[in-house]
C-alpha cells in the first residue's frame, strides 16, 4: 500500500473549463460552465447531479473523448503525476501521441455501460492484453499472466477461462468488474468512475464499491467518481462538487456539504432523499419542482433560477461568485452575498 504525504500535491487540476458544442443551424451551446476542480491522490472527488447536467462530458474531457462537435473553448486541465513540469490536457491534440502515453496508462476510465464501451468481437483478456503491450512493452505471454492476475484481483472467478469470454457471455456484474481490471491495468495516476454501479443490483453494487475503495488504497490513485446517488457519495467520496445545467453550484467536503448544504439545489437534493421512518412518522417526498431547462434557454445568471424557490431580482440575470464558507467549501448563490435589505421573492 503506498504511503501517501498528507500534503500531498494535486494530480489533476481542472481550471475555468468551459465545453461548447456548436451545430450548423444553431449557436454554439454551453455545455459545462467555467468548471473547477482538483484531484489529489488517494483522494475521491464526486460529481453529482441530475442527468444530462454535464457531468459525463466533464469526466470526458479529461481523456478528450468528446463528441466531434464538442470543443474546449476555455480553461486548462493540468496533469501533474510527478516533480516533472505539469501538462496541460487541454491544450494536446485528441489523437497525439502525447495524450495517447496519458490515456489508459496515467489517467484510466470505467464506463457507464460496459456492453457498449468493450469490443462484442475480442474476448475480453485479447482487449486488456492489447492495452498492457501498448502500454507496459509485454509479451504476449506476459500479457495475459498478467490480465488473469488482474481477474484475480477483482474478484472474477474462474479468471483465466474468463479471459477468453466475450462480453456478452458475462453476467453485467463480471462485465463491470472486467471494465475496472482494464482500467487498473496500468495502475493509472488517476481513475475516472463514469456511475460505475448504476445498472447493477444492490449487492452487486456494494462490492463494486468496496473494490474500489480497497483499489483505490493499493494503488494511490486519485478518483473521480460521478453519480446521481447521495448514498455512493455519502459512502466512497472524500469530497463532492454538486453540479447542475453545467455549472458547480456548490463544492467542499462530503461532511460539510451534507450537513450544511447551501445551495439551494444542493438543500432540494438533500430533502428528495427517502428516509426511513416508522409508519406514524412518514411524510411525502419532496420533489424538486419544475424541470431542467434546455441549455439553449439557460439564464444569464444562476442556471437554478427557474426553479429555485428563494429567487430574487438578480439571480436570471447576473452570474453569482463563488462565496468560501470555509474549510474548503463553497457554494455560487447570491443568497449567500444578499444585503439584509433585499427582499426575496
Same mark, same amino acid.
Given at each position: 500500500m503506498p504511503l501517501i504525504p498528507m500534503d500531498a500535491k494535486p494530480i489533476l487540476t481542472i481550471k475555468d473549463m468551459s465545453i461548447v458544442f456548436s451545430s450548423p443551424d444553431e449557436a454554439d451551446i454551453e455545455a459545462v460552465r467555467q468548471v473547477d476542480l482538483t484531484l489529489s491522490p488517494g483522494k475521491t472527488l464526486a460529481l453529482v447531479g441530475e442527468s444530462g447536467c454535464g457531468k459525463s462530458v466533464t469526466a470526458r474531457s479529461v481523456l478528450r473523448l468528446l463528441d466531434r462537435n464538442a470543443r474546449i473553448q476555455r480553461g486548462s486541465m493540468l496533469f501533474a503525476p510527478g516533480d516533472e513540469p505539469p501538462t496541460d490536457i487541454a491544450k494536446l491534440k485528441a489523437d497525439s501521441l502525447p495524450l495517447r502515453a496519458i490515456r489508459g496508462r496515467e489517467i484510466s476510465m470505467i464506463f457507464q455501460e460496459p456492453m457498449t464501451s468493450l469490443s462484442p468481437v475480442h474476448t475480453i483478456g485479447d482487449q486488456i492484453d492489447e492495452m498492457l503491450i501498448l502500454h507496459e512493452r509485454l509479451k504476449p505471454k506476459q500479457a495475459r499472466e498478467r490480465t488473469v492476475a488482474l481477474f484475480d484481483q477483482v474478484g472474477i472467478p474462474g479468471a483465466r477461462e474468463r479471459a477468453d469470454s466475450y462480453p456478452f457471455q458475462l453476467s453485467g456484474g463480471l462485465r463491470q468488474r472486467a471494465m475496472i481490471a482494464m482500467a487498473l491495468a496500468c495502475a493509472p495516476k488517476v481513475l475516472i468512475a463514469d456511475?460505475?454501479?448504476?445498472?447493477?443490483?444492490?449487492?452487486?453494487?456494494?462490492?463494486?464499491?468496496?473494490?474500489?475503495?480497497?483499489?483505490?488504497?493499493?494503488?494511490?490513485?486519485?478518483?473521480?467518481? !460521478?453519480?446521481?446517488?447521495?448514498?455512493?457519495?455519502?459512502?466512497?467520496?472524500?469530497?463532492?462538487?454538486?453540479?447542475?445545467?453545467?455549472?458547480?453550484?456548490?463544492?467542499?467536503?462530503?461532511?460539510?456539504?451534507?450537513?450544511? #448544504?447551501?445551495?439551494?439545489?444542493?438543500?432540494?437534493?438533500?430533502?428528495?432523499?427517502?428516509?426511513?421512518?416508522? &409508519?406514524?412518522?412518514?411524510?411525502?417526498?419532496?420533489? !424538486? &419542482?419544475?424541470?431542467? #431547462?434546455?441549455?439553449?434557454?439557460? #439564464?444569464?445568471?444562476?442556471?437554478f433560477t427557474s426553479r429555485c424557490p428563494h429567487a430574487f431580482e438578480p439571480c436570471a440575470t447576473v452570474r453569482p461568485e463563488r462565496t468560501a464558507l470555509g474549510n474548503g467549501h463553497h457554494a455560487r448563490c447570491h443568497l449567500l452575498t444578499r444585503q439584509p435589505a433585499e427582499v426575496v421573492a
Amino acid at each position: 500500500m503506498p504511503l501517501i504525504p498528507m500534503d500531498a500535491k494535486p494530480i489533476l487540476t481542472i481550471k475555468d473549463m468551459s465545453i461548447v458544442f456548436s451545430s450548423p443551424d444553431e449557436a454554439d451551446i454551453e455545455a459545462v460552465r467555467q468548471v473547477d476542480l482538483t484531484l489529489s491522490p488517494g483522494k475521491t472527488l464526486a460529481l453529482v447531479g441530475e442527468s444530462g447536467c454535464g457531468k459525463s462530458v466533464t469526466a470526458r474531457s479529461v481523456l478528450r473523448l468528446l463528441d466531434r462537435n464538442a470543443r474546449i473553448q476555455r480553461g486548462s486541465m493540468l496533469f501533474a503525476p510527478g516533480d516533472e513540469p505539469p501538462t496541460d490536457i487541454a491544450k494536446l491534440k485528441a489523437d497525439s501521441l502525447p495524450l495517447r502515453a496519458i490515456r489508459g496508462r496515467e489517467i484510466s476510465m470505467i464506463f457507464q455501460e460496459p456492453m457498449t464501451s468493450l469490443s462484442p468481437v475480442h474476448t475480453i483478456g485479447d482487449q486488456i492484453d492489447e492495452m498492457l503491450i501498448l502500454h507496459e512493452r509485454l509479451k504476449p505471454k506476459q500479457a495475459r499472466e498478467r490480465t488473469v492476475a488482474l481477474f484475480d484481483q477483482v474478484g472474477i472467478p474462474g479468471a483465466r477461462e474468463r479471459a477468453d469470454s466475450y462480453p456478452f457471455q458475462l453476467s453485467g456484474g463480471l462485465r463491470q468488474r472486467a471494465m475496472i481490471a482494464m482500467a487498473l491495468a496500468c495502475a493509472p495516476k488517476v481513475l475516472i468512475a463514469d456511475e460505475p454501479t448504476t445498472a447493477l443490483d444492490v449487492t452487486t453494487q456494494a462490492q463494486i464499491l468496496d473494490l474500489l475503495r480497497q483499489l483505490q488504497a493499493d494503488f494511490g490513485m486519485a478518483m473521480l467518481f !460521478i453519480t446521481h446517488d447521495l448514498g455512493v457519495v455519502a459512502e466512497i467520496a472524500d469530497e463532492v462538487a454538486v453540479m447542475y445545467l453545467g455549472d458547480v453550484v456548490e463544492q467542499g467536503s462530503v461532511f460539510d456539504v451534507f450537513a450544511a #448544504p447551501s445551495h439551494p439545489y444542493t438543500q432540494a437534493l438533500m430533502s428528495s432523499i427517502p428516509k426511513m421512518a416508522r &409508519k406514524a412518522d412518514r411524510v411525502r417526498l419532496s420533489p !424538486i &419542482k419544475g424541470t431542467v #431547462p434546455a441549455p439553449r434557454d439557460r #439564464p444569464e445568471g444562476c442556471a437554478f433560477t427557474s426553479r429555485c424557490p428563494h429567487a430574487f431580482e438578480p439571480c436570471a440575470t447576473v452570474r453569482p461568485e463563488r462565496t468560501a464558507l470555509g474549510n474548503g467549501h463553497h457554494a455560487r448563490c447570491h443568497l449567500l452575498t444578499r444585503q439584509p435589505a433585499e427582499v426575496v421573492a
